[in-house]
């Protein structure tokens, strides 16, 4: 049962223009959120995150909206660059029973082409 | 560059085999993240160790286990391999457990290829 859904595998946009990529969660004790990117041969960089108690996050030319009624968060990225082609993926924390651990789950990724 | 190092970069081997994975974290970090990628997948939450001790567990086969030493390196070690292990294996460090904001900064991974 997948608990972060990235629907769209893939996504092409004009450079210059908005790129808007979307994440669904299931989990309601999840309450902070992640973006990282990753290019080909490499890990995995964070590049924004969100807590719950917040339903936008801005740095730079990224944001992050996030809809808790709907368990929905969109990353925007204005203006497109071609550089921002890369996989992202979403990712969601929740803290352990315990308090004393917190993991990462991600979705499977989506693939953003930025054309010139 | 994260500050996460993974060695080998690239692991091939045949079924049945064992393989130790390593990983430095960052410099300060006490924590340290597996993770396995396998094809069109996300990445999937292996196990967590914070300053020498499981903190966590994820979805980790018990012909895996891992283990944190003295010098917070990490290792994670694969026993009895199947073709189906074959995946990309990354290691993630952060300060802490357990905070909010507690970011996860990832290694270059270890490309494991189980012929």
């Known amino acids: 049962d997948q608990q972060v859904k990235q629907n769209s595998p893939s996504l092409s946009v004009q450079e210059g223009r908005i790129s808007i990529l979307n994440c669904d969660y299931t989990n309601s004790m999840f309450d902070y959120f992640l973006w990282y990117k990753k290019y080909p041969a490499e890990g995995p960089t964070f590049l924004i995150s969100?807590?719950?108690?917040?339903d936008k996050n801005e740095d730079g030319r990224f944001t992050v909206f996030l809809n808790k009624s709907a368990k929905h968060l969109s990353l925007h990225i204005v203006p497109s660059q071609p550089g921002d082609s890369a996989v992202y993926f979403c990712?969601?924390?929740?803290?352990?029973?315990?308090?004393?651990?917190?993991?990462?789950?991600f979705g499977s990724g989506t693939q953003l082409t930025v054309l010139p | 560059d994260s500050g996460v190092t993974q060695t080998p970069k690239h692991l091939i081997t045949a079924t049945g085999q064992r393989v130790t994975l390593r990983c430095s974290p960052r410099s300060g970090d006490l924590s340290v993240y597996w993770y396995q990628q396998s094809l069109d997948q996300g990445l999937q939450f292996l196990i967590q160790y914070y300053n020498g001790e499981e903190r966590a567990k994820g979805n980790i086969l018990e012909r895996f286990s891992a283990q944190q030493f003295p010098d917070l390196h990490s290792e994670l070690n694969l026993s009895s391999l199947e073709l189906g292990d074959s995946a990309l294996y990354f290691c993630?460090?952060?300060?802490?457990?357990?905070?909010?904001?507690?970011?996860?900064?990832f290694g270059p991974g270890t490309r494991l290829t189980v012929l």
């Open positions: 990712a969601a924390s929740a803290g352990s029973l315990s308090g004393s651990a917190r993991q990462l789950t």
């Open positions: 993630a460090s952060s300060v802490e457990p357990a905070g909010v904001r507690d970011t996860q900064y």
């Open positions: 969100i807590s719950s108690i917040k």
